[in-house]
């Protein structure tokens, strides 16, 4: 694949969506996994609050700060400096008010240059949405399975599973697109859904578990490069076992360093020629130290 010569803009993505070319997406949290996927050729990157669970641990999304946010995609950015990078906006980060959206909308750009920000939720945070679009921010939406609001749903469960609960959906997404938005992510949606909603709107419609009829795909690396081992949620296919391959690496290492055959010679740094006698020299044949 030949290098990109510019940095991936919102017009690139509308063109791709009317030509029918599918837009390629993958969360990053670091410099070198942004490294990869630049080289790789990632259209878009997220940075997402998904590092929260893939790279701090927490039992959820929500403990996720601003500044967290901000740091990983300052590294993301300076690793991927062409491809489409969106902040993610952690829990609390907007829900507030619009001010506080704007404010922290904000932030992503003059901190850390991404390209867009991500913000969960449709008809009840449509104001959020114009309000950072109205500030000159390009925003991408998220509806269906939204992690942050996710003790809302029962957990973390498909959405639009019914007749009911499906034109919901498609009024959220609507009411996302009226606010502005430039971008959407449908979560954990059946195709049906997907379908009909990257056919009702005119801008680029993004899956994560609902689907191929659409306009890209997006996945977190952590599950596509098998790191993540807490779970596996149904729509991941695995393209990588690197919990495999580390772990068996460190096993390696353990037992070579139990046995004493690491570092071996050629792992040591000699002395400079004829230092090594003047240092015998200096401390004494018998090793008891210079007078």
């Known amino acids: 694949m030949t290098e990109r010569q510019r940095r991936v803009t919102i017009l690139d993505l509308y063109r791709m969506k009317s030509e029918g070319t599918k837009i390629a997406w993958l969360t990053a949290y670091d ?9 790789a050729g990632l ?20 403990p996720v700060t601003m500044d967290q946010c901000i740091v990983h995609s300052e590294a993301v950015r300076r690793g991927a400096p062409t491809a489409f990078v969106v902040g993610d906006m ?38 959020r949405i114009r309000s950072i679009v109205d500030a000159g921010i390009v925003v991408c939406g998220h509806i269906g399975l939204t992690p942050q609001s996710s003790g809302q749903l029962g957990g973390h469960k498909a959405q639009g599973r ?12 609507v009411a996302v697109e009226d606010a502005g938005a430039h971008l959407l992510l449908l979560e954990a949606v059946p195709p049906e859904v997907t379908g009909y909603i990257t056919e009702r709107l005119s801008i680029p ?24 081992q807490a779970f596996t949620p149904k729509f991941v296919r695995k393209y990588a076992n690197v919990a495999e391959v580390v ?3 460190m096993r390696a290492y353990v037992d070579d360093v139990r046995k004493g055959v690491f570092p071996a010679e050629e792992h040591c740094y000699p002395m400079l020629k004829g230092e090594a006698e003047r240092f015998r ?9 210079a007078s």
């Not at 980060?93 to 901190?111: C, H, I, M, P, T």
């Not at 009911?164 to 009024?171: D, F, G, K, N, R």
């Not at 997006?218 to 599950?223: A, P």
């Open 31 to 39: 410099f070198p996994t942004a490294q990869f996927a630049e080289a």
């Open 43 to 62: 259209d878009m990157l997220l940075v997402g609050d998904s590092l929260g669970m893939c790279v701090y641990g927490y039992d959820s999304t929500v």
């Open 90 to 127: 952690p829990f609390m980060s907007y829900q507030a008010s619009d001010e506080d959206a704007v404010r922290n909308a904000g932030r992503f750009l003059k901190e850390a240059a991404v390209d867009a920000v991500k913000l969960e939720g449709g008809v009840r945070i449509a104001s």
């Open 162 to 173: 019914t007749a009911e609960t499906a034109c919901a959906l498609v009024e959220d997404a």
């Open 205 to 228: 419609v993004l899956s994560i578990g609902a689907g191929p009829p659409c306009d890209g795909q997006l996945l977190i690396v952590s599950d596509l490069i098998g790191q993540f």
């Open 247 to 249: 772990t068996d690496a």
């Open 281 to 289: 020299e200096a401390i004494g044949e018998d090793g008891g130290g």
